[in-house]
Nanobody
Framework: VQLQASGGGLVQAGGSLRLSCAAS????????MGWFRQAPGKEREFVAA??WNGSSTGGRFTISRDNAKNTVYLQMNSLKPEDTAVYSC???????????WGQGTLVTSPA
């Protein structure tokens, strides 16, 4: 599976942004999908995930998927400066490990 994340950018604190991750190469609907982020100088952390059948987990942000478009989204509202990070998407075929990773998209929310 090839993953291409997009939609990052500069947004003021309190603003919103929607990230997209387009998948290709395999049957997208068979995979659980996830979003992760890594801030400068910090470890990568989990943001949200959605299973192949649409069950989601996460915190402040909303993950969704459109299997017809082979795309998973991350809707981020009320952004804070601490949300500044590179956001990456990942795919899992067995719910045990993340098999495939996209290249990441930078989200910057200055104070």
């Amino acid at each position: 599976v090839q993953l291409q994340a997009s939609g990052g950018g500069l947004v003021q604190a309190g603003g919103s942004l929607r990230l997209s991750c387009a998948a290709s190469g395999r049957t997208f609907s068979n995979y659980d999908m996830g979003w992760f982020r890594q801030a400068p100088g910090k470890e990568r952390e989990f943001v949200a995930a959605i299973s192949w059948n649409g069950s989601s987990t996460g915190g402040r942000f909303t993950i969704s998927r459109d299997n017809a478009k082979n795309t998973v989204y991350l809707q981020m509202n009320s952004l804070k400066p601490e949300d500044t990070a590179v956001y990456s998407c990942a795919a899992s075929s067995d719910a045990k490990k993340w098999d495939y990773w996209g290249q990441g998209t930078l989200v910057t929310s200055p104070a």
